[in-house]
């Protein structure tokens, strides 16, 4: 079993950054793929960016270049760099724990989910 608990979001002005952590329980947190989704009113959830077990990272194209992940296994934690912040990034964050080793935009992958954090950034 996996406890995954987001934290970091809030209200940010466009062009601002925030940082997203998650937390995991449990003694597999090395061995899995991670991930981050978000999901906005009425759309769909969709991925945002994934770091598997030894660090390799793929990012949804809308944010690269502006979102950075990255993980400390000595603590059980990923985080969610967001820089340049625009106001489509609005959304509920989550992040996931997979299973395997390499994981990245499917979310039928991921076994395990947070309760999700809000992001809102205004214009």
């Known amino acids: 079993q996996v406890q995954l608990v987001e934290s970091g979001g809030g209200l940010v002005q466009a062009g601002n950054s925030l940082r997203l952590s998650c937390v995991a329980s449990?003694?597999?947190?090395?061995?899995?793929?991670m991930g981050w989704f978000r999901q906005s009113p009425g759309k769909e959830r969709a991925f945002v960016a994934a770091?598997?077990?030894?660090?390799?990272?793929s990012y949804a194209d809308s944010v690269k270049g502006r979102f950075t992940t990255s993980r400390d296994n000595t603590k059980n934690t990923m985080y969610l760099q967001m820089n340049n912040l625009k106001p489509e990034d609005t959304a509920v964050y989550y992040c996931?724990?997979?299973?395997?080793?390499?994981?990245?935009?499917?979310?039928?992958?991921?076994?395990?989910w947070g309760q999700g954090t809000q992001v809102t950034v205004s214009s």
């Open positions: 770091i598997t077990w030894n660090d390799s990272t």
């Open positions: 996931a724990a997979s299973p395997r080793f390499y994981s990245g935009s499917d979310s039928n992958d991921y076994d395990y």
């Open positions: 449990g003694r597999t947190f090395n061995s899995r793929s």
